[in-house]
């Protein structure tokens, strides 16, 4: 299942790399601005905050949101966004993370092209727009697992409602990362199909063939037995207790022999978004499996 993954989101298929001009650092924050670019030119800005206090440190991947607020992008790690109770781009590095995001095709800096021309382009030619950004992804935790002073043994990844499920499906197919937080989009697409749920849900997230090689809750529970931590509000018409239910009893029977390392936690009350005690619990998780 893993190869067969690899080749439905591109991974290798979209290098990224740093181009060492127009670095500057970012006010008020231990950020630095940096510029990456794709193999056809394109650039991609990133926010970077390297590891402080002793090495070698962990680091975290912060995968952004949709949100329909194309103008946000990477600006979610030091701005945050309406779901997120405040930006955490900070707060993760005075935890003692290099912390690292970048730009998604369509968003922030890149918003020039829309996620309609993109999504369709993409599949004109058999591919994905979620295939390119989940290449992307991936390029970039390379680049994040190389940088000096990084542990690369304790990289993790988070991200909320579309870079939860970027989170989990790149945890799934690299083995190296050390743990995975996500909120707020953890459901089987199959159940979401049924009720009409997934037309909440981008163009971007259509992958060609995914769901006759795998569910999303198949896709989690290739992270196991690496440390997993899963927020979910029950009233998120995004992810319906009843598309959320099955997946969960999928997902902790991946887990049976290592339930440690599964952290679950539900809301009746909560939507789509971060509430005080999933940011609480989301830290405490990144400590205890991090450090």
């Known amino acids: 299942m893993r190869e067969r993954l690899k080749q439905l989101f591109e991974f290798d298929a979209h290098p990224i790399s740093q181009k060492p001009e127009g670095t500057k650092l970012v006010s008020g924050s231990s950020f630095q601005q940096f510029t990456f670019s794709t193999?056809?030119?394109e650039e991609i800005r990133a926010f970077y905050a390297a590891p402080k206090g002793a090495a070698p440190a962990p680091a975290i991947l912060y995968?952004?949101?949709?949100?329909?607020?194309?103008?946000?992008?990477?600006?979610?790690?030091?701005?945050g966004r309406p779901a997120l109770q405040s930006p955490l781009g900070q707060v993760l590095h005075d935890m003692g993370y290099a912390v690292l995001c970048i730009d998604l095709p369509g968003f922030g800096d890149r918003a020039d092209k829309?996620?309609?021309?993109l999504a369709k382009e993409a599949l004109w030619y058999g591919k994905s727009l979620a295939g390119q950004m989940m290449g992307e992804l991936k390029s970039a935790f390379?680049?994040?697992?190389?940088?000096?002073?990084v542990d690369p043994s304790k990289v993790g990844v988070f991200g909320i409602s579309?870079?939860?499920?970027?989170?989990?499906?790149?945890?799934?197919?690299?083995?190296?990362?050390?743990?995975?937080?996500?909120?707020c989009c953890f459901a089987d697409f199959e159940e979401l199909i049924k009720t009409g749920a997934h037309d909440l849900h981008g163009i971007y997230l259509t992958v060609p063939g995914l769901l006759n090689v795998a569910s999303n809750s198949e896709i989690a529970s290739q992270v196991a037995p690496r440390p997993q931590f899963v927020g979910i509000g029950d009233q998120d018409s995004l992810t319906p207790p009843k598309a959320v239910d099955p997946a969960l009893d999928k997902l902790r029977a991946a887990y049976e022999n290592s339930l440690n390392h599964l952290t679950i936690h539900r809301e009746s009350h909560v939507g789509h978004e971060e509430t005080p005690q999933m940011r609480k619990a989301v830290l405490?998780?990144?400590?205890?499996e991090l450090g």
């Open 39 to 41: 193999t056809s030119g």
């Open 63 to 79: 995968i952004h949101a949709h949100g329909g607020r194309y103008d946000i992008g990477a600006d979610e790690l030091l701005n």
């Open 114 to 117: 829309s996620e309609s021309a």
């Open 142 to 149: 390379d680049w994040l697992s190389a940088q000096d002073g």
């Open 162 to 183: 579309m870079g939860a499920t970027f989170g989990y499906w790149l945890a799934a197919v690299e083995p190296r990362i050390a743990a995975v937080a996500h909120l």
């Open 284 to 288: 405490k998780f990144f400590k205890l």
